[in-house]
């Protein structure tokens, strides 16, 4: 993402701002000493240093209402540059390109120089008041293009890869199948011998991206080093239309072995979250939608300590209409349709985050669930996540059984809820039911999670509940 083109910095008429950056981008693309884990990234840098200023004012034109933003943004950077040349009044400093501040030019003491934006250029930082700005800014930007922003990570969630070594005697004919990376656009498939990797995208992924982007500005975050996450960009998206610059790494981060959406320029009432892995983002889950993890290779099985095959050693994969992305796409249209329905006239206060549960509420909606050998005898019902995910299903959840009870969850046909609920001809589950729906964002066939199919299974799970 540039600071000319696609931040919100952009979005506002800051001209001297721009010039600064041009001038010191500039020179520092042909000072800088950083290397680069692949040349590619080094190439990337110097071309973003070139042309993203100069895509600036056009972009501007084409997506924002020049007045609306002269109005909020433009006269408030010019105020501080006056400010800031005026020996009355101290610069506060808002952003910095290396320690140097981009509006007064003075040398700022590195505790001071705020959230580091490496992604969109090596060594600019903004303070925290700055960025709040500028996503006011970007906020009334993507509501006059009716947009949100989607953040999407990449492995077991847009794709999957695995190191060539890694790679089981059943796999080897994969190396037959694999697409030139010379064209990537029409390939899911490819040998990175460079990178000593394969990596499978996932089904529907092009579509998913093509129509995602019509209702968002997309970001990659992934805990990927960064010449990873891009060569993975550049896999789904050769000609740079949905991600731009937009591309987050673990080396982009603020907090270690976590994400974040305090480097994502956008609010986040405003952001969706699309992963497989609930515990990268420990302060952000209610903007996160959780998608079953994308298991191609058999390296990625073992990670996660899976007993089954992968979908590579059964020469199978998901399906494209009816697979994970596909159902993900609904929910983000779904979600989207709310935030902007009856013409959005109060868009201020609406919230992704209050309309992400409501759509949720819709999974399990009308049923009402007994639990029966699930918890621990000692433990409160109420208080275990199974019981919480369900409620936030929009199931309603229940101790006793009686007539208004449509499943009863159980671990063991044995107990007396189970015996109930096949006389009174209600439906009988593992807890495989709620889980299946929580990843799967919809409510799954009863059939496919009887009792029996543990016993298929070989599933052997106990816990200290009685028989009741």
Partial sequence: MSVASDSPVHSSSSDDLAAFLETELDSDSASSSESFPIEEEAEDDAEVSNHRLKRRKLEHIETVDEDEIEDVASVKFSQEISEASSS??????PGTFGNMCIVCGQIVEEEETGVS????????KFNQDEVTRMRDIDMKMLQSQRKLCLVLDLDHTLLNSTILRDLKPEEEYLKSLTHSLHDVSGGDLFMLEFMHMMTKLRPFVHSFLKEASKMFVLYIYTMGDRPYARQMAKLLDPKGEYFGERIISRDDGTVRHQKSLDVVLGQE???LILDDTENAWPSHKDNLIVIERYHFFASSCKQFDHRFQSLSQLKSDE????????TVLKVLKQTHGLFFEDGGEDLPSRDVRSLLKQVRKEILKGCKVVFSRVFPTKSQAEDHPLWRVAEGLGATCSAEVDESVTHVVAMDVGTEKVRWAIREKK???HRGWIDA?????KKQPEENFGLEQLKKQGTDEKSDDVNI
């Fill in 427 to 429: 439906f009988v589950v």
């Fill in 88 to 93: 009355k009044v101290p610069c506060q400093h």
């Fill in 437 to 441: 729906a929580n990843y799967l964002w």
């Fill in 269 to 271: 009432k405003a952001v």
């Fill in 319 to 326: 399906s494209e209409p009816d697979g994970a992305l596909a």
């Fill in 117 to 124: 934006f490496t992604y969109i250029h090596k060594g600019i």
